[in-house]
Protein backbone atom coordinates (compact mmCIF):
# COMPACT_ATOMS: atom_id res chain seq x y z
CA UNK A 1 0.00 0.00 0.00
CA UNK A 2 0.98 3.54 -0.91
CA UNK A 3 1.53 6.38 1.51
CA UNK A 4 -1.21 8.25 2.04
CA UNK A 5 -1.41 11.62 0.20
CA UNK A 6 0.06 14.59 1.32
CA UNK A 7 -2.48 17.96 1.97
CA UNK A 8 -2.34 21.18 0.68
CA UNK A 9 -1.66 25.01 2.60
CA UNK A 10 -3.80 27.13 0.65
CA UNK A 11 -2.97 30.94 1.46
CA UNK A 12 -5.71 33.39 0.32
CA UNK A 13 -5.07 37.45 0.52
CA UNK A 14 -7.94 39.32 1.57
CA UNK A 15 -8.49 43.21 2.05
CA UNK A 16 -9.65 44.72 5.11
CA UNK A 17 -13.37 46.16 4.62
CA UNK A 18 -12.83 48.73 6.91
CA UNK A 19 -9.17 50.28 6.26
CA UNK A 20 -8.26 48.08 3.13
CA UNK A 21 -5.15 46.54 4.42
CA UNK A 22 -4.04 42.55 3.62
CA UNK A 23 -5.55 39.86 5.95
CA UNK A 24 -3.85 36.52 5.15
CA UNK A 25 -5.07 33.30 6.06
CA UNK A 26 -4.03 30.03 5.24
CA UNK A 27 -6.19 26.42 5.06
CA UNK A 28 -4.97 23.02 4.92
CA UNK A 29 -7.12 21.06 2.81
CA UNK A 30 -6.49 17.22 0.83
CA UNK A 31 -7.39 19.28 -1.82
CA UNK A 32 -5.04 20.79 -3.85
CA UNK A 33 -8.08 22.17 -6.02
CA UNK A 34 -9.36 26.17 -5.16
CA UNK A 35 -13.03 25.95 -5.48
CA UNK A 36 -13.29 24.12 -2.17
CA UNK A 37 -11.43 26.35 0.14
CA UNK A 38 -13.09 29.35 -2.09
CA UNK A 39 -16.43 28.58 -0.75
CA UNK A 40 -15.35 28.23 2.81
CA UNK A 41 -16.59 31.11 5.11
CA UNK A 42 -13.23 31.70 6.79
CA UNK A 43 -13.32 34.22 9.95
CA UNK A 44 -11.12 36.93 9.70
CA UNK A 45 -9.08 39.78 11.83
CA UNK A 46 -7.53 42.78 10.60
CA UNK A 47 -4.07 43.26 12.48
CA UNK A 48 -4.17 46.96 11.93
CA UNK A 49 -7.93 48.64 13.06
CA UNK A 50 -8.90 45.41 14.58
CA UNK A 51 -12.16 44.64 12.20
CA UNK A 52 -13.05 41.49 12.22
CA UNK A 53 -16.15 39.30 10.38
CA UNK A 54 -16.66 36.66 7.52
CA UNK A 55 -16.09 36.33 4.39
CA UNK A 56 -16.11 33.37 1.38
CA UNK A 57 -12.75 32.06 0.01
CA UNK A 58 -13.80 34.07 -3.32
CA UNK A 59 -13.57 37.23 -1.62
CA UNK A 60 -9.45 37.19 -1.67
CA UNK A 61 -7.81 39.44 -3.89
CA UNK A 62 -5.68 36.36 -4.21
CA UNK A 63 -5.08 32.35 -3.62
CA UNK A 64 -1.93 30.48 -3.93
CA UNK A 65 -1.57 26.02 -2.86
CA UNK A 66 0.84 24.70 -2.40
CA UNK A 67 2.02 21.53 -1.49
CA UNK A 68 2.57 20.93 2.76
CA UNK A 69 5.12 19.00 4.08
CA UNK A 70 4.46 18.36 7.52
Known sequence: ???PAKPF??????ACRQCD???PSAVKSDES???EVDARTL???CG????AGRLMGTEAK???VGQWDS
Open 33 to 35: NVD
Open 21 to 23: EPI
Open 48 to 51: SCGW
Open 43 to 45: SLR
Open 9 to 14: VHILLF
Open 62 to 64: RHW
Open 1 to 3: MGQ
